[in-house]
């Protein structure tokens, strides 16, 4: 079966990639993770009413004119227990996180002070009613949602969950990833060189390619092209959450990944895509365990784990942005295409004169290693636009660091 578009390859791979059951982590190891349920506050944020700033806290009805002075009636600091309450007509002195004396309304800068040899403190401003205080709950209240289910974890998020005392989280499961490569010309790093041998570059890129995915990464012992052997490995592959075959899936007589997979009874979706590089993609399942056979040239072999398996990924993961989200970039360079298929283009982007600017690599070959690296975006040319002249805009998207998007970038691509 021939895809015509990724849009229509995407709408059939991704209803196999649900999310994964929810597991507890520590909170040490949520990062990037995805919230699986509410995570409600199990305190008041702040705890307690609070200075925001070094002063004195005072009642404002107290300060009566600028310039006027109060008695200092003892301090209240971070960390002390609570400070005796405050007496009528009087300040006291306070710290920036110290909880507010009761009676006090106010906080009044140090800056706006002078402290006068008696002892008083004289205002050099006049504060209005709750200055510089943070009310208790005033962020988040006691049983409230703090984070919803489906947020994906970042620093700030892991810090309120540490500041409610969660010291695990339940997010949902990170799909472990089989990466098998299948080839006789394959060796690994140090095995000394052989005639017509490759370095088996695709399991180290799609391995990285996996992790910063979040996702669990399992490289498979390469298979040579002998069916029984590639049978093997597919079986053993089949024990992930998910497969990702390399090579072997086009229509030569040693492309033999095809096949393997039918006779470990899996159920091909589709073989081809409508994409440069990349178009010998295929997708098929077997027992639930999605499998996506990438090419085995390294661009398209990266470039399809970009367009397919990264947003697959993330819904496994309970993402709801799924998605690079596309934007407009000038180009820098003239490039001819040809009409058929949509073409990736690797660029490195700059921000000149208040626009993006798109240089293209120099190679653009599906076998080009250099052309992945140093690069930040791929820039999506259409499938029936031929000519790009320098200065023309196309639609660009970031490579692997988002931001992402729920919307799919292919549907109103035409691609």
């Known amino acids: 079966m021939v895809v015509k578009s990724i849009h229509e390859a995407l709408e059939l791979m991704l209803p196999s990639f649900c999310p994964l059951p929810a597991q507890p982590v520590p909170l040490a190891e949520a990062l990037g993770r995805v919230l699986a349920a509410d995570a409600v506050a199990r305190f008041d944020l702040p705890e307690f009413d609070n200075s925001a700033m070094d002063g004195y806290a005072l009642r404002a009805a107290d300060a009566t004119a600028v310039g006027c002075r109060l008695p200092v009636h003892g301090e209240a600091r971070a960390g002390a227990p609570a400070p005796a309450p405050l007496p009528p007509g009087h300040a006291m002195r306070i710290f920036t996180g110290a909880p507010l004396p009761a009676g006090a309304d106010s906080v009044v800068m140090q800056e706006d002070t002078v402290r006068a040899a008696d002892g008083s403190?004289?205002?050099q401003a006049l504060p209005r009613t709750g200055a510089h205080v943070r009310p208790q709950a005033s962020d988040l209240?006691?049983?409230?949602?703090?984070?919803?289910?489906?947020?994906?974890l970042g620093p700030g998020e892991l810090g309120l969950l540490a500041s409610q005392d969660y010291g695990s989280v339940s997010v949902f499961r990170a799909p472990r990833v089989a990466i098998l490569c299948t080839g006789d010309e394959l060796r690994e790093l140090g095995e000394p060189?052989?005639?017509?041998?490759?370095?088996?570059?695709?399991?180290?890129?799609?391995?990285?390619?996996?992790?910063?995915?979040?996702?669990?990464?399992?490289?498979?012992?390469?298979?040579?092209?002998?069916?029984?052997?590639?049978?093997?490995?597919?079986?053993?592959?089949?024990?992930?959450?998910?497969?990702?075959?390399?090579?072997g899936v086009s229509v030569g007589d040693y492309d033999l990944v095809g096949r393997a997979l039918l006779d470990a009874g899996a159920q091909v979706a589709f073989h081809k895509v409508a994409m440069k590089p990349g178009k010998p993609l295929m997708f098929a399942s077997a027992g639930g365990v999605p499998?996506?056979?990438?090419?085995?040239?390294?661009?398209?072999?990266?470039?399809?784990?970009?367009?397919?398996?990264?947003?697959?990924?993330?819904?496994?993961?309970?993402?709801?942005?799924?998605?690079?989200?596309?934007?407009?970039?000038?180009?820098?360079?003239?490039?001819?295409?040809?009409?058929?298929?949509?073409?990736?283009?690797?660029?490195?982007?700059?921000?000149?004169?208040?626009?993006?600017?798109?240089?293209?690599?120099?190679?653009?070959?599906?076998?080009?290693?250099?052309?992945?690296?140093?690069?930040?975006?791929?820039?999506?040319?259409?499938?029936?636009?031929?000519?790009?002249?320098?200065?023309?805009?196309?639609?660009?998207?970031?490579?692997?660091?988002?931001?992402?998007?729920?919307?799919?970038?292919?549907?109103?691509?035409?691609?």
């Not at 029984?228 to 053993?236: I, K, Q, T």
């Not at 660029?347 to 250099?370: D, I, K, T």
């Open 121 to 123: 403190v004289q205002l």
């Open 193 to 247: 060189p052989r005639p017509g041998s490759l370095i088996n570059s695709n399991a180290h890129a799609l391995r990285a390619a996996v992790q910063q995915c979040g996702a669990v990464p399992w490289v498979l012992p390469r298979a040579p092209d002998v069916l029984a052997d590639v049978l093997a490995s597919v079986r053993l592959g089949l024990q992930a959450d998910v497969l990702l075959t390399v090579g």
């Open 291 to 415: 499998i996506v056979g990438l090419p085995g040239n390294p661009v398209s072999a990266l470039l399809g784990f970009e367009v397919f398996v990264r947003p697959a990924l993330r819904c496994m993961q309970g993402h709801a942005a799924l998605f690079p989200q596309p934007f407009t970039v000038e180009l820098q360079t003239r490039y001819e295409h040809k009409v058929g298929r949509t073409e990736l283009a690797r660029a490195s982007l700059a921000w000149e004169g208040e626009r993006w600017v798109a240089r293209l690599h120099a190679r653009q070959g599906s076998g080009s290693v250099p052309s992945m690296a140093c690069v930040d975006a791929l820039l999506v040319l259409p499938a029936d636009r031929e000519h790009f002249e320098l200065g023309c805009r196309v639609q660009a998207l970031r490579l692997g660091s988002g931001p992402y998007s729920a919307d799919s970038p292919w549907a109103d691509a035409g691609a």
């Open 141 to 152: 209240r006691h049983g409230s949602v703090a984070l919803r289910a489906g947020t994906a």
